[in-house]
């Protein structure tokens, strides 16, 4: 005698096959969806690295050439072992492939542009912590006459476009001695993050418990010591988010560094990498090769910093 | 731990701070540049292009003639906003780069001096082209020597013209129509003619090219607007260009985002058969190290249109001097120094330009390297120098050229842009850019 399965046993084994379908369905979407989103974010740097190793006649390849099918390190020797030598008649660089391609000679500036970049953007990081963690934290936690409005004049400041500033910081830099010194990038650069700097912080501190604050104050901690000993650790996230975001707006900042700088003494990375889009003969490779190289101090930051990131930023969003 | 941190105090913070601040400063003095030190040394600034050379150049200066130059450089795109901060904030400049598009501008402004009193410079004016004296003249005041000059032309793809079945390049616009619907026909090229008309400073050239080739200019000989004009032709250019991309579909419908060097780029690959390029880009088109189609693009005279001739645009670049440094006669004269140096004759010979020409294919404003051994060996080693000179004599000066340039560029780029993207008619464009000139023509008036 044969067991038949109820009508109701049926239905739920239609449903449990309905449900398995529809969770591999649900599964597939969102690994295409993961997979494009993937593929048009890495695209673009995939095509960087591949390119930097490619020559110039390879990279207009048509279709293009994922991976170099005649891989060259000429861009990188050019840009980490290029020796230095007095630009002559004689030993300029032209375009004549006779005479050493045409990489340019400038090409020995990008690391000192980079070391200039990193002198920039760990000093501005360093300023805007001992800056706006003292700020943010008297906003969020000290009621003191005139603290929204004092948030909301330094939030005010950064509606004013950069470009609009460019004059009035050219003369007070040029008034202070400091064109073509990275410290006038230094002060610049300042005015610019430490404003988001303070409004993150604010957020952050305000979404702690003010409990934290009088009972610190009640076991007797200063002000600054509660401030050292008890919010700052709590908020190890938001202080890397604002790190990051310093960091990043310094080593990418153009406008203010082309105005203020001249020289590889000063001139950031940005400008250099720029300065080779500009010439007549331009190496799409090498272009890509420096970009390759500008690249990897913030990517090394973002993975050492990834897991404080997300919470960082969204930190002091919801209120509850 | 946590004691040791408890005893950190607000003066020990402040100190960690101020300590901080000059730790920087110390860290950065070591790169304090002299760049604006010495009071007897030239501030020469550029764009960034030919870099090498100019150093070499600026190198042999200071060896020959004892003057030092502090040489420094900016992206052309960026050039003239950096240039205009460094004028408006006093910056120290002596002799830069300047474009002909924004001499009234500077003029107008105060920020460059005329050279007229300075024989030593004015006497290169004789074995400069026409062309070229005129570029760098303002309300009867020459304001430079030329660095550099240039056309705008049109090359093309010699195999893809063989692979289908045409025998020699077009000679009028509706030749390229015929010519770029065969090729596209036969699957060499989806969009057989590229056009960057991406609003970026080339823009302006591509444009004017197109124009002049059809007949027309923007402007008529009293400076009013008369590009609105349906006999001129500049309507008839921009319908030429509305046709190529939404009827015929030979010109990509993203012309709009394509910059010069992205599309010299996408020629180099091959993917076009025809293209408008300034000419010194014929070099590196035609270099094996650099491009797909090495050895295969010549040059043809611009198409003509209805009333063309087959004109196109010229310009040109020249080493100026800042109002600035014409007020002190001393330092005014060592600039004029460098200026010769650079723009005439460096130890007898026009040194410069002779290398921006062989080095990187930039062409020269100065007749007498015409007969140049090594520049006629180098120009016909890529192009057919008589097709360049024939192409050269029919190159017509800007008529743009006024203060209003910047502000007119806008409407009119927006105007041609939005014809083309098939927001407006071509009348209704060129109106738009014709009213905008007359209306900034009487405000600067």
């Known amino acids: ?320 | 731990m946590t004691k040791r941190v408890s005893k950190l105090a607000r003066r020990e913070f402040l100190k960690v701070s101020a300590a901080a601040g000059a730790v920087g400063a110390l860290g950065t003095s070591g790169l304090f540049n002299q760049a604006f030190a010495a009071s007897n040394t030239v501030n020469f600034m550029a764009w960034s292009a030919a870099v090498d050379l100019v150093k070499s150049h600026v190198a042999e200066f200071e060896k020959s003639i004892g003057i030092d130059v502090n040489y420094a450089n900016a992206p052309w795109a960026n050039y003239r906003d950096n240039i205009i901060t460094k004028f408006v904030g006093g910056a120290p400049l002596d002799m830069m780069w300047v474009s002909d598009a924004w001499l009234p501008e500077f003029v107008d402004a105060g920020w460059i001096a005329p050279i007229n009193k300075f024989d030593n410079l004015m006497k290169y004016n004789d074995e400069a082209e026409d062309f070229c004296n005129d570029s760098m003249t303002y309300k009867g005041q020459q304001y430079g020597l030329t660095y550099y000059t240039d056309f705008m032309a049109f090359l093309y793809d010699e195999q893809a013209l063989k692979k289908a079945g045409i025998s020699s390049p077009p000679t009028t616009w509706d030749e390229v129509t015929e010519q770029c619907l065969k090729i596209k026909a036969a699957g060499i090229s989806e969009y057989p003619l590229m056009l960057a008309l991406a609003n970026e400073s080339w823009l302006m050239n591509f444009l004017a090219a197109m124009v002049y080739s059809h007949g027309g200019r923007f402007t008529d000989e009293k400076g009013n607007a008369a590009m609105q004009s349906p006999t001129e032709g500049a309507i008839k250019a921009l319908q030429w260009v509305i046709d190529a991309v939404h009827k015929h579909k030979i010109v990509s419908p993203a012309c709009v985002e394509i910059g010069e060097l992205t599309g010299l780029k996408a020629f180099q690959s091959g993917n076009h058969a025809f293209a408008l390029e300034p000419k010194y880009r014929m070099r590196p088109i035609n270099d094996p190290k650099q491009s797909q189609i090495a050895g295969r693009c010549k040059q043809v005279l611009m198409p003509s249109g209805d009333n063309g001739k087959h004109n196109t645009v010229g310009w040109m670049r020249f080493h100026g001097m800042s109002a600035a440094t014409a007020a002190n006669q001393a330092h005014a004269e060592r600039t004029a120094k460098l200026i010769e140096w650079f723009g005439g004759r460096a130890n007898g010979e026009y040194k410069f330009q002779k290398y921006l020409f062989t080095d990187i294919g930039a062409g020269f404003g100065v007749k007498p390297l015409f007969d140049d051994k090594d520049v006629q060996a180098s120009y016909n080693s890529y192009a057919d120098v008589d097709m360049i000179k024939a192409q050269q004599a029919l190159a017509l000066k800007s008529d743009v050229v006024t203060p209003w340039y910047g502000e007119w560029q806008e409407t009119h780029a927006s105007a041609w842009q939005a014809a083309i993207l098939g927001q407006a008619s071509a009348e209704d464009a060129m109106k738009k850019a014709g009213d905008k000139w007359n209306s900034l023509k009487k405000e600067f008036s």
């Open chain 1, 1 to 320: 005698m044969s067991i038949q399965p109820t009508t109701f046993e049926r239905g739920s084994e239609k449903y449990r096959t309905k449900s398995v379908w529809s969770e591999r369905g649900r599964s597939i979407a969102i690994f295409t969806a993961t997979m494009v989103i993937l593929i048009y974010v890495l695209a673009p740097v995939a095509w960087l690295v591949s390119s930097s190793f490619q020559s110039e006649v390879e990279i207009v390849s048509v279709p293009p050439h994922w991976i170099p099918q005649e891989p060259t390190l000429e861009n990188f020797d050019a840009i980490f072992f290029q020796e230095f030598e007095e630009v002559t008649y004689e030993t300029r660089r032209t375009v004549d492939p006779a005479a050493g391609g045409y990489i340019p000679s400038t090409a020995k500036d990008l690391l000192p542009s980079m070391w200039n970049s990193f002198i920039v953007s760990v000093s501005v990081v360093i300023l805007n912590l001992l800056v706006g963690i003292p700020a943010a934290y008297a906003m969020a936690k000290i009621r003191f006459w005139g603290r929204q409005a004092s948030i909301y004049t330094i939030l005010t400041t950064r509606v004013i476009p950069d470009i609009a500033l460019v004059v009035p910081f050219f003369l007070v830099i040029k008034n202070l001695g400091l064109l073509d010194h990275v410290m006038s990038l230094i002060i610049t650069y300042l005015a610019i993050t430490v404003p988001f700097t303070v409004f993150i912080l604010v957020s952050y501190f305000e979404s702690l418990p003010d409990e934290l604050d009088k009972a610190a104050r009640v076991d007797g901690c200063s002000r600054f010591q509660t401030m050292i000993n008890i919010f700052l650790p709590l908020a190890v996230p938001s202080l890397v988010a604002v790190t990051l975001f310093a960091f990043l707006a310094s080593w990418n900042e153009f406008l203010l560094a082309l105005m203020f700088t001249q020289t590889i003494a000063s001139q950031t990375l940005p400008i250099i990498v720029a300065s080779f889009t500009s010439d007549f003969t331009i190496s799409f490779s090498f272009i890509n090769a420096a970009g390759v190289v500008a690249i990897i101090p913030p990517v090394i930051i973002a993975i050492f910093f990834e897991r404080y990131i997300v919470s960082g930023l969204t930190a002091g969003a919801v209120k509850g």
